[in-house]
């Protein structure tokens, strides 16, 4: 039996099978115990002071208690909560960005994805460097400044140099007025050496989900190949950790394994990195298992309704207030517009999953890894956001003025948000407006930034802000606080 121990370097101590197991039956125990549940609830509310808005997050245990809670008025709590606390840290912003699927070789064997080895219809696709070029510039062109890039594990075909080189020429890419701005990189567990070359390459965050928690399952869904080492893929961000990243982002694929021992997972995987190296994960990604090329979700019995999803995602609000949370375009745009009010911080928007598929003048689905629910163009993504009250950010302030980790954090805390993230994101709205936007999105959107302006607490920066955005108007680009 291993012990659990937030601080262990060992996968199998720091997500402990038997911690998970006595967590579910504390919190089944617990989930009509109201004085507790209040409790609970009350640690978790923003508390203001002079330094700024602070919130204390909760324990797996604390949030594992409120996820078993199916007490209507106590479940209507926590999302009011989560909304408190979204509007606190994110206000009205959401950042925008867009998967680039660099290749679909793959030498693992995930029985969910249907990049798998085995899978020999798929068409394999590796993108040359001139490919990415163009998969760049059609990026660009729909006003995307931040990615994702995306490739299967394969150490002949997409070897680390490859990543990157692809991520110099990305960075390179230079059309019209566009520009990525931020590479986030969604890449198989690999060494610190490589870690250390990713961040030296100048990444954004490093993302890697963890599939599932639960080790007998993650062996079987990880038949073969490198993945299936779970130790290897779970202590993978303390070695990113290591190798100088101090983003991270999370995620479990929901729909492998059963929501209240992942999310319990999750949780105490945040703490680990938290406890070890001083900074909570990034980001926590939520996707759920889609159909595929040979991949039918029903065959995996663990799916969740979108009721569960709801609550998961307010209660990861709650308990890791720092930390964003990004939804794909796995969701219909109906399930995006609920969970973007209980603590979604980021959206993908216009994606496409398939290898060189942003180029095509229709969406290709051949080597496609999942089905788009939502398959609206990111100026419809963008339109329907302003209409429904938010900012949509093409933000990459925070990481190209060096606050990352727990610097990034300490903004967020620090109340000076309002003053910083909420003029750079209008800003970067302006820009979209100005460069890439519908007439129609161009109007509401001329209208937002007007309104949002007046918001700025601080006068000078108010002015600034201002300013700014007439420059924007009248050519220049790329103004941050
Ligand atoms: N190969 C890398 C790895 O192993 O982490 C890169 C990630 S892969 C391109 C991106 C993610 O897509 C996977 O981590 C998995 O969670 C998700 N995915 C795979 N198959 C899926 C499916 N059928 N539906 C939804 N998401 C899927």
Not at 230 to 253: K, N, P, S
Not at 445 to 458: D, R, T
């Amino acid at each position: 039996m291993d012990m659990y121990n937030v601080k262990s370097l060992k996968a199998e101590e720091f997500i402990c099978h038997e911690e998970i197991l006595d967590t579910l039956e504390y919190a089944e125990k617990n989930k009509h115990n109201i004085k507790l549940i209040d409790e609970i609830l009350d640690k978790a509310k923003p508390v203001k002071n002079e330094k700024g808005t602070f919130c204390a997050g909760l324990t797996h245990r604390e949030a594992s208690v409120l996820l078993a809670c199916d007490i209507p008025e106590k479940v209507e709590e926590m999302y009011k909560l989560a909304e408190e606390i979204k509007l606190a840290f994110y206000g009205n912003r959401i950042v925008i960005f867009a998967p680039l699927y660099l290749s679909n070789y793959c030498v693992n064997g995930c029985v969910y994805c249907p990049y798998h080895y085995k899978n020999k219809h798929i068409c394999r696709k590796k993108l040359t460097q001139e490919e990415i070029e163009k998969e760049v510039i059609a990026l660009q062109d729909m006003g995307h400044k931040r990615l994702a890039i995306e490739a299967g594990e394969d150490p002949v075909n997409n070897p680390i140099e490859y990543i990157l080189e692809s991520i110099k020429t990305i960075y390179a890419v230079k059309h019209k007025n566009g520009a990525i701005r931020r590479v986030n990189v969604n890449i198989a567990a690999t060494t610190v050496e490589n870690y250390k070359k990713l961040k030296e390459a100048g990444i954004g965050t490093y993302i890697l989900f963890q599939e599932t928690y639960h080790k007998d399952s993650y062996l079987k869904l990880h038949p073969t190949g490198p993945k299936h080492d779970y130790a290897y893929h779970t202590e993978a961000m303390d070695r990113a950790m290591q190798g100088g990243i101090d983003d991270v982002g999370l995620g479990v694929l929901f729909g492998l394994e059963l929501y209240k021992y992942e999310f319990a997972g999750l949780l105490m995987h945040a703490e680990h990195l938290e406890s070890v190296h001083g900074v909570g994960p990034h980001t926590i990604s939520v996707p759920r298992i889609k159909h595929a090329d040979d991949i039918d979700p029903d065959v995996f019995d663990n799916g969740i309704s979108d009721d569960i999803f709801a609550k998961i995602c307010a209660l990861i609000r709650i308990s890791v207030p720092y930390t964003g949370m990004i939804i794909s375009t796995r969701e219909s745009p109906e399930v995006r517009e609920k969970v973007l009010r209980l603590g979604v911080s980021q959206v993908s928007g216009g994606s496409r999953t398939s290898v060189g598929g942003y180029a095509e003048q229709e969406r290709p689905h051949d080597t496609e890894q999942f089905d788009v629910s939502d398959q609206r163009t990111l100026d419809e993504v963008v339109g329907w956001l302003v209409e429904k009250g938010y900012i949509p950010s093409f933000c990459t302030a925070c990481y190209r003025e060096g606050r990352t980790g727990d610097r990034f954090m300490s903004l967020c805390k620090s109340g000076q948000i309002q003053n910083c993230c909420h003029p750079n994101a209008l800003m970067t709205l302006k820009e979209y407006l100005e460069d890439y936007a519908q007439p129609g999105t161009k109007k509401i959107g001329e209208y937002l930034i007007a309104n949002e302006l007046e918001k700025i607490p601080n006068p000078k920066v108010k002015e600034t802000a201002k300013n700014y955005i007439e420059n924007i108007h009248e050519g220049k680009r790329d103004f941050r606080f």
